[in-house]
């Protein structure tokens, strides 16, 4: 079955950086599109950016623009989340999640998509 673990997470003070994995087992992350996303605490989840079967990413949230780079390695089946700049606002809890599709689309993704348990990510001096 598709499962997601991602790892990676932990305690940074502003403006420093961090790098997520998110290991994916029964499906190859180069065939589906991969998302990351993030809830806040007393925040609504929201989707952060999402990397398609292309390569190409698609940005959820304008706020990590510049900052967020997705990637991913086929041989490991990992796909990444490079955090740079981190800032207060960025804490949350950050997800991978793929909906067995080849697009990036939030609202298919929330109602069919497979997640993972999350990492927690603290931005705090």
């Known amino acids: 079955q598709v499962q997601l673990a991602e790892s990676g997470g932990g305690l940074v003070q502003p403006g420093e950086s961090l790098t997520l994995s998110c290991a994916a087992s029964?499906?190859?992350?180069?065939?589906?599109?991969v998302t990351w996303s993030r809830q806040a605490p007393g925040k609504q989840r929201e989707g952060v950016l999402c990397m398609s079967r292309s390569d190409g990413t698609t940005y959820f949230t304008d706020s990590v623009k510049g900052r967020f780079t997705i990637s991913r390695d086929n041989a490991k089946n990992t796909v990444y989340l490079q955090m740079q700049s981190l800032k207060p606002e960025d804490t949350a809890v950050y997800y991978c999640?793929?909906?067995?599709?080849?697009?990036?689309?939030?609202?298919?993704?929330?109602?069919?998509?497979?997640w993972g348990q999350g990492t927690q990510v603290t931005v705090s001096s």
């Open positions: 029964g499906f190859a992350v180069n065939d589906y599109a």
């Open positions: 999640a793929t909906d067995q599709g080849y697009g990036c689309y939030w609202n298919r993704l929330t109602n069919f998509g497979t």
